[in-house]
Nanobody, 127 residues
């Protein structure tokens, strides 16, 4: 059974930074793409970022491009989301997800491309 455990969320002021982590267990982590999604109150879950199996290719939602950076450490079975210049509209529960494939393309913007999900970590950005 695959387990994904997120950490690193919290309450920060606008303009601050946070780094989320997601540690995986139970499957060969290094061969699969990993993604981050978020869900704000009253809204649908939305794509944030995805990274391919090796870390050599990434994709971002337009709303976070240039501010967020996704990375991974396959030796530690961990994927990260560095979030800089945070805005109040970034407030949401952030989820990591294990992809069904190694490589990434536009299909990774959709939840159906992921097999397993973490429980989420709350990020709150005050103005």
């Amino acid at each position: 059974q695959v387990q994904l455990v997120e950490s690193g969320g919290g309450l920060v002021q606008a303009g601050a930074s946070l780094r989320l982590s997601c540690e995986a267990s139970g499957r060969t982590f290094s061969v699969y793409a990993m993604g981050w999604f978020r869900q704000a109150p009253g809204k649908e879950r939305e794509f944030v970022a995805v990274i391919n199996w090796s870390g050599g290719n990434t994709r971002y939602a337009g709303s976070v491009k240039g501010r967020f950076t996704i990375s991974r450490d396959n030796a530690k079975n961990t994927v990260y989301l560095q979030m800089d210049s945070l805005k109040p509209e970034d407030t949401a529960v952030y989820f990591c997800a294990l992809g069904k494939r190694s490589f990434i393309d536009t299909r990774n913007n959709f939840q159906e491309e992921y097999d397993y999900w973490g429980q989420g970590t709350q990020v709150t950005v005050s103005s």
